[in-house]
Structures are given as C-alpha cells and as structure tokens.
C-alpha cells in the first residue's frame, strides 16, 4: 500500500497558517506540510471556477507529495471548491484519499455557543455568495437564524499590515453594523476567514460585549484529532515525526516575512509553481 506522509493543508495564502497552528498544536506528533497558493490570492473576489481550479491543483499537488489526507484550511475553498472535489475529482484520484474542510467542524458545534439561535457569519465575498454556511447549519440546526457579511476590504488590510490604521477601523466598523442590523438578537459571530482573527482586537471593539466572538483554529484542530481518532485507518497514513513544512506558489521571502505574522514563529519556506492547464 501507499507509504505514509504528512497531513496536507491548503490555502489560498497565509491565512490557513492561523489554522495550521490549531492542528499542530492539538496533533503535535503528526507531520504537516503546508501549501499556500500566494501567487493567486486572494481567492474570495474569484469566479467559483477559477477557485474550483485553483483548489483542485494544489490538492493535487499535496497528493504527489504523499499526502493522503488534505485539509482545506481556506474557507472559501472550503465553501466553493470542496464538495465538487469530493464528489467528482477523489474517485480518479484516489479512493484512499481524503480532503476536509474548515467549514463542517464550524458548522457543526454552532448551537454549543448560542443561547439566542441566531448567529453572525463575517466572511469573504467568495464565501457569502456560496452559502454553505448557511446550508450547512440549516442541516444540523435548523431552528438557528444565520445572518451573512461579506467583509471584502478585511483581507487586504490583513496582507497590507494594516491592522491598526483609521482604514482598518471604518471598514471593520462599517460590516460590524451592517451584520447587526441584520439580526438585533445575534449573540455569537463566527469569523469565518482565516484572516480575520489578526482583526480579533479592533473586532471585539466595535462589537458589543454581550456578543462572543469565534474563530475557527480552536474548532478545527480537535475535530481532527477527533476524525483521526475515529478513522484509524487514515491516521496511519500519517507520518508522525513532529516535522512542519512549508511550500508557497511566491517567493518564499515575501511568504516568510508575512507568515510569521500568521504562524507566530520564523518559518522557512520552498516555492513551488501550480500550472492548472497541465494539471
């Protein structure tokens, strides 16, 4: 049978690094390696083709390298790109393969962290059109009203630095206000990009303080240990050496100096180029 390797995880650039740090920290034996596709971000503004293709490359891409296991750690990916990968690309490539998402382990536990039922979703453009969160959630609860806002200029300001600039604020406080008038009764808002939690601090300062607010590192990385756990025969497919690599579609500088904003500690990372058309 095939050898094992590290767990895949893939992004449209450095925001899935945020994810990256919850699955290491809750798998910390299993190996990782990390591609995100810098050259082609953001993903959110893209036509569902473009983001379908680009998803089903780097997914490909993790395949080669020996990663049975691939998740998904961008949630516009997650949102656009997953299903029609499980569905239509994993029976070619490889019936042992696996690709997951950031959306379900969300999607699933909503109801653990609101008394009101109804709940906020901030989130790329990308995301919002697609409405999976809001399909996913009527599956599981559907008595939760779900209310949506595209936050379009949060991931620019994001890659820019521009966390803490008067730019940052209107913007951050112009969605905040539009989601809440959406739903007077929303007790939780869930961030729904992996961005968005370097925005933790100017978000939680507009918003009211009766509101929590969650990201999704502290959710994903134990439902894959959880996954792991009830699928031991994709956890064996898992090397386990405690190595963390990095790959990016940029230059590995550009992708070092801001990843580390993302990941918390120096990284050092290999370009590798994705060409969809030979895919």
């Known amino acids: 049978m095939n ?20 699955l290491v920290k809750n798998l910390p034996k299993h ?5 995100g596709d810098n050259a082609r971000a953001p993903y959110g503004p893209r036509s ?9 490359e780097g997914v490909k891409h993790l395949f080669d390298q020996g990663c049975s296991l691939v998740v998904l750690a961008c949630n516009t990916a997650s949102a656009e790109a997953l299903r029609t990968i499980q569905q239509k690309d994993l029976p070619y490539l490889g019936a042992h393969k696996r690709v997951l998402g950031v959306l379900r382990p969300t999607t699933e536990s909503v109801l653990d962290y609101t008394q009101t039922k109804e709940i906020g ?11 999976s969160y809001l399909i996913e959630i009527k599956k ?42 959406k739903g007077p009764s929303i007790d939780a808002i ?7 939690p370097l925005l933790y601090d100017l978000i939680r300062s507009k918003v009211p303080e009766h509101i929590n607010i969650y990201g999704q590192a502290e959710m994903v990385g134990p439902k894959l240990a959880t996954y792991l ?8 497919k898992c090397l386990k050496n405690s190595k963390v690599s990095f790959r990016t579609t940029d230059e ?11 990941y918390g500690q120096t990284l050092h990372a290999q370009r590798v180029i994705l060409d969809v058309k030979q895919s």
């Open 3 to 22: 050898e094992a390797g590290p767990i895949g995880v893939f992004d449209s650039g450095y925001g899935g690094l945020t994810v990256l740090k919850g």
């Open 31 to 35: 190996d990782f390696l990390y591609l």
């Open 48 to 56: 569902f083709e473009r983001i379908y293709e680009f998803t089903l």
């Open 121 to 131: 979703i901030l989130g790329t453009h990308g995301t919002i059109r697609s409405k």
């Open 140 to 181: 599981f609860f559907p008595q939760i009203q779900v209310h949506q806002q595209a936050c379009p200029m949060w991931v620019p300001l994001v890659e820019n630095g521009e966390l803490l600039g008067t730019g940052a604020a209107y913007f951050v406080e112009k969605e905040i206000q539009s989601l809440l008038q």
């Open 190 to 196: 869930f961030l729904a990009c992996t961005h968005y």
């Open 229 to 236: 756990s009830r699928h031991p025969e994709m956890d064996i």
């Open 252 to 262: 590995p500088e550009n992708f070092e100096s801001h990843a580390q904003l993302f």
